[in-house]
């Protein structure tokens, strides 16, 4: 399983971006997927979570009402669609595949496969 995200750049505040993963192997559609982040100098954090159906999502409080996660399994591909964006969004974003298809974790540990990451950064 390979994750590419990718669609991060640079946005001043309160501006909008969607960044996409693209997933290749047959076992995205089972998959749940989350997205995290982590900004210079700070742990990796949970942003949100979906399931394989996309029946269940799960937000940060941080982000909530300001970012929604999708996805289409048609195109085996996550999105995180993100509004109204502050310079504290400022990160390396991270998408995650969780094979265990069941789950929708907030944990790091739960993730079994990670993409490379994209940056956004957000220009007061």
């Known amino acids: 399983v390979q994750l590419q995200a990718y669609g991060g750049g640079l946005v001043q505040a309160g501006g909008s971006l969607r960044l996409s993963c693209a997933v290749s192997g047959r076992t995205f559609s089972r998959a749940a997927m989350g997205w995290f982040r982590q900004a210079p100098g700070k742990e990796r954090e949970f942003v949100a979570a979906i399931s394989w159906s996309g029946g269940r999502t799960y937000h940060a409080d941080s982000v909530k009402g300001r970012f929604t996660i999708s996805r289409d399994n048609a195109k085996n591909t996550v999105y995180l669609q993100m509004n109204a964006l502050k310079p504290e969004d400022t990160a390396v974003y991270y998408c995650?595949?969780?094979?265990?298809?069941?789950?929708?974790?907030?944990?790091?540990?739960?993730?079994?496969?990670w993409g490379q990451g994209t940056l956004v950064t957000v220009s007061s």
């Open positions: 995650a595949a969780d094979l265990d298809y069941s789950s929708v974790s907030r944990l790091i540990a739960a993730y079994d496969y």
